[in-house]
């Protein structure tokens, strides 16, 4: 069979279960009326178009731009800027596209950028993005959206004024498979109600400058974000307890921190984060229900049986190998979330997680910290929701 390609959509979850690589043809002959693709009629080739992209060029960054030229079909990245302007022009020589150097702005006002991608240090995600909407251009951010909760309204405000979701919020958990299979059985009710979260969250490492309080604000707003996203539910109040503290952190932060969240059906949360010092890179999530227990799964990794060296003093052991690395944990949801991102982008409409939802991780973000020595939980209060993000 021969025929001319139209669109390439790998990770697709439409027209049947599973998800896969689906393929789509021009020059269909049935011209059903509820056709979704009419673009597929024609039986000749017609010009494409592709979402230009401007995007930064920090450790995140770096691969979400091979991930977009590599990866991601109906997308191609035209130029990239970072504060340390050797790094842009370093990427964009490697990828034969545009360097702005250290100048953001003028990349962002950039007639031929169409969309951008945010991956810079948390405490400048917020003026990018009001830049970004100045503009009226579509904007990845990673998360957090900002620092705090002030100024995630002041992005939701801005979007009420120009009357369009325009921003969607780095979380890419949702489009983890392992949590998207939780979501499912929860949602389902076969398992009961939700009655209890069990989390963690622990990483190896920290780069100079960070305080206690960004546990919450850059390392724990994941599951601030995907607890609610799982049960569908949102939070009454939280706290923050300090916990005995490990004997390898003594950089001037509290870790281990465990953060304690109630939600307004009643659902408790319990998260350790270890932000440093650890072993590996290790996500856990279990969800307690009436019925039974749903739990999220550990990443692929083959398991070993053996007696190390020297084993005639050694005993037998099974092992497998932990991650390290947060960017490989991850990398199949990072494919899947830019690839929808970018379909969504060409729909006219964001499906991925809102400002609203950035906003909401940083109001009970705002809170945890507050709450931090006091003993007591705090109350996590929004603003109304607007009408756009329901």
Not at 3 to 15: A, C, K, R
Not at 184 to 203: D, M, Q, T, V, Y
Not at 215 to 234: F, K, S
Not at 246 to 252: A, E, I, L, M, V
């Amino acid at each position: 069979m021969k025929g001319y390609l139209m669109q390439m959509q790998p990770f697709s979850v439409n027209d049947g279960d599973g998800i896969r690589t689906t393929i789509f043809l021009a020059g269909c002959p049935l011209h059903c009326k509820w056709c979704a693709n009419p673009e597929g009629l024609r039986q000749h080739p017609v010009v494409g178009f592709y979402a230009r992209l401007c995007i930064g060029c920090g450790a995140i960054g770096k691969d979400h731009c091979r991930r977009i030229i590599e990866t991601v079909p109906g997308a191609t990245v035209v130029a990239v800027s970072d504060y340390v302007a050797a790094a842009a022009d370093d990427t964009a020589a490697k990828y034969g596209i545009k360097s702005y150097g250290n100048d953001c702005d003028g990349m962002i006002k950039d007639p031929e950028v169409e969309a951008v991608v945010i991956t810079s240090i948390d405490p400048t995600h917020h003026d990018y993005v009001m830049k970004t909407l100045a503009e009226e251009k579509w904007c990845f951010c990673e998360k957090p959206l900002s620092q705090n909760a002030k100024d995630c309204e002041e992005i939701i405000r801005r979007e009420q004024e120009i009357g369009k979701r325009l921003v969607q919020v780095g979380f890419m958990r949702h489009y983890d498979r392992g949590y998207a299979e939780m979501k499912r059985i929860i949602a389902s009710g076969e398992l009961g109600k939700p009655l209890i979260i069990k989390a963690c969250h622990r990483n190896v490492s920290q780069g100079p400058g960070f305080k206690t309080e960004n546990g919450v604000t850059n390392v724990a707003i994941h599951e601030l974000d995907i607890c609610r996203w799982l049960l569908d539910d949102e939070y009454e109040d939280v706290q923050c307890v300090k916990v005995r503290q490990s004997s390898n952190s003594d950089k001037g932060y509290d870790n281990p921190q465990v953060m304690l969240m109630r939600t307004k059906k009643g659902c408790f949360i319990d998260v350790e984060v270890q932000v440093a010092d650890g072993y590996g890179y290790d996500i856990q999530c279990e969800v307690v229900c009436e019925n039974g227990t749903v739990k999220l799964p550990d990443p692929y990794a083959v398991v070993c049986r053996s007696r190390p060296a020297g084993w005639d003093s050694v005993k037998p052991a099974e092992s497998m190998p932990i991650m390290t690395d947060w960017k490989e944990r991850f990398i199949e949801a990072y494919d899947i979330e830019f690839c929808k991102w970018v379909e969504s982008v060409h729909a006219g409409k964001l499906t991925g997680p809102s400002s609203w939802d950035g906003y909401v991780a940083c109001v009970a973000g705002d809170a945890l910290n507050a709450s931090r020595g006091t003993s007591q939980f705090l109350k996590v209060e929004t603003m109304e929701k607007p009408e756009m993000y329901k």
